[in-house]
């Protein structure tokens, strides 16, 4: 099964230049939470911008160049031929959501409360995939937050 994790802006932005455009401290535990021990699968700017592989986790890297050797490499067919049998987590970034959106079943996303000035990096829209949201959190800044932000749990 095929399940996504993102954090974005209020207008769907999830970086600028290479990195996340915020500090949210109470994010990156909930996204702990969420791909722990699962197998995580990225794009290779956001593995590039992770500098060191997620612990505990199987981090898998999606680029097009063969010598790629920091990490383990999949193609999007191996990807897909993965999630047929374990739970695979998509965690960004942009190019890579937009490569699996048709096909996840599961989405959380967290709404940070700002709008990030010269984003370079969206959210892929699912207006139209039919998915309901299954529950909603808020959550006050705690002090290692830049900003409120909203958990939302989504399935198709
Ligand atoms: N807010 C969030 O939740 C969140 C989460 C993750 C990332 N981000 C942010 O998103 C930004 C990075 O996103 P991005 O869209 O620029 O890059 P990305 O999706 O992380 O990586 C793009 C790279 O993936 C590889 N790739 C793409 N399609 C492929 C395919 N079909 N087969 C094989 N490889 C493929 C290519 O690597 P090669 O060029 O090596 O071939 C491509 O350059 C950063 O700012 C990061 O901080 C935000």
Same mark, same amino acid.
């Given at each position: ?95 890579? #959501? $937009?490569?699996?959106? @048709? *096909? ?5 996303? /967290?709404?940070? %409360? ?5 984003? &370079?990096? #969206? $959210?892929?829209?699912? @207006? *139209? ?5 299954? /529950?909603?959190? %808020? ?5 290692? &937050? ?6 939302? *749990?989504?399935?198709?």
């Amino acid at each position: 099964m095929l399940t996504m994790i993102f954090a974005c802006d209020k207008a769907g932005a999830i970086g600028k230049e290479g990195s996340l455009p915020w500090k949210q401290s109470s994010d990156l535990q909930f996204f702990k939470q969420i791909t722990l021990n699962k197998n995580v699968v990225m794009g290779r700017k956001t593995w590039d911008s992770l500098g060191r592989p997620l612990p505990n986790r199987r981090n898998i890297v999606m680029t097009r160049n063969e010598a790629f050797a920091e990490a383990e490499r999949m193609t999007y067919e191996q990807v897909m031929a993965l999630a047929e049998n374990e739970e695979v987590v998509i965690i960004g970034g942009g190019e890579i #959501y $937009a490569l699996f959106l @048709d *096909h996840t079943k599961e989405l959380h996303r /967290t709404v940070v %409360h700002t709008l990030v000035e010269d984003a &370079d990096t #969206y $959210a892929p829209n699912f @207006d *139209h995939l039919g998915f309901h949201l299954l /529950t909603e959190r %808020h959550v006050p800044a705690g002090p290692r &937050d830049e900003h409120p932000m909203t958990f939302q *749990h989504w399935i198709v």
